[in-house]
């Protein structure tokens, strides 16, 4: 009986992992979240705003943009830092009109210049910039 409880609670994890990823979930609009080496943000500006204010976050700060791409359900920005290190921006829209997008810089992370690009690209959106 015990042993039955315990691989019911294992295949409970199992699932709930499977389901729910690392990726952690966000809650209102205009937050941001960093988790292992990504930063997560939601906002309720679309797709079309959030791409442009991406690639002017990438040019304010002088990182050159060496790969972009979009359509209707996912946009990309992709620069390399003077040090080299890669840049990702993926962009993708909700069906609740909210448009979820990760910075990743470098393959291990990098919370401050993630925060930086974040902080960059909400101020391009609240100022309309494209």
Request: proline share 3%.
């Amino acid at each position: 009986m015990l042993m039955k409880r315990i691989l019911i609670v294992f295949v409970l994890a199992g699932v709930m992992l499977a389901f729910g990823g690392c990726r952690p979930s966000l809650i209102g609009s205009d937050s941001a979240v960093y988790s292992m080496g990504t930063l997560y943000a939601v906002t309720n500006q679309d797709l079309t705003l959030v791409y442009g204010a991406a690639q002017k976050a990438l040019a304010d700060l002088e990182i050159e943009v060496t790969e972009k791409a979009k359509d209707a359900f996912y946009a990309k920005v992709v620069g390399t830092g003077a040090d080299d290190k890669m840049i990702t921006i993926e962009i993708k829209p909700r069906k609740d009109k909210l448009t979820d997008f990760r910075i990743r810089v470098g393959p291990p992370g990098n919370r401050e210049r993630s925060r930086v690009i974040y902080e960059r690209i909400q101020q391009n959106l609240k100022s309309g910039s494209k």
